[in-house]
């Protein structure tokens, strides 16, 4: 059986088919390896986020109750 390829050419053959797509299937599966460390990259940046915000918010939980100056300080009040 053979297959009109989509420029409208000449037929192609079941084993240049398979062939054809056995190379297509191989270049994608390759080809994700391109992508691996974008991905690395991006799992390291999200695990330091998240260690920094840990750090933020126990900064944070440990300091809620103090009064600094600047929050204790009151405007003056006017007399006319």
Known sequence: MQTMNRAGGRPMSNAQLNRFERLLENGLYLSRW?????YLGLSIAALALGVKFFQEL??????????????????PRFTY
């Open 58 to 75: 126990i900064h944070v939980a440990l300091h809620i109750l103090e009064r600094s100056q600047l929050q204790s300080w009151r405007f």
């Open 34 to 38: 391109i992508l691996a460390p974008i």
